[in-house]
């Protein structure tokens, strides 16, 4: 079963996201509860492509929420960036 990392990065733009949009005290545990599913599903979210082509995404807690991922390698999972998917600029979006 592989190893879910939550980047640094990540976490300064789930801290950010939690703060702008208001969100309750126990975010960082929703989310975290979100990503755990890939220790058992590395492959669960969809692959993204264009510029974000080698990465995978997750809908977090909340329905606009994505979390993007990368499978490393069989041992290692890492959560690379949190989005609000609603924003022209997330991952998801057409570029």
């Given at each position: 079963m592989?190893?879910?990392?939550?980047?640094?990065?990540?976490?300064?733009?789930?801290?950010?996201?939690?703060?702008?949009?208001?969100l309750?005290?126990?975010?960082?545990?929703?989310?975290?509860?979100?990503?755990?599913?890939?220790?058992?599903?590395?492959?669960?979210?969809?692959?993204?492509?264009?510029?974000?082509?080698?990465?995978?995404?997750?809908?977090?807690?909340?329905?606009?929420?994505?979390?993007?991922?990368?499978?490393?390698?069989?041992?290692?999972?890492?959560?690379?960036?949190?989005?609000?998917?609603?924003?022209?600029?997330?991952?998801?979006?057409?570029?």
């Amino acid at each position: 079963m592989p190893r879910v990392v939550v980047a640094d990065e990540a976490v300064t733009e789930l801290r950010r996201i939690a703060r702008t949009h208001s969100l309750p005290s126990d975010t960082h545990q929703r989310v975290a509860r979100s990503a755990s599913r890939l220790q058992e599903f590395p492959e669960l979210g969809p692959a993204l492509a264009g510029s974000w082509s080698g990465y995978r995404f997750l809908l977090g807690p909340w329905s606009w929420m994505v979390l993007v991922y990368e499978v490393v390698d069989p041992e290692l999972v890492v959560v690379v960036t949190i989005q609000d998917a609603r924003s022209s600029s997330a991952a998801t979006g057409s570029r």
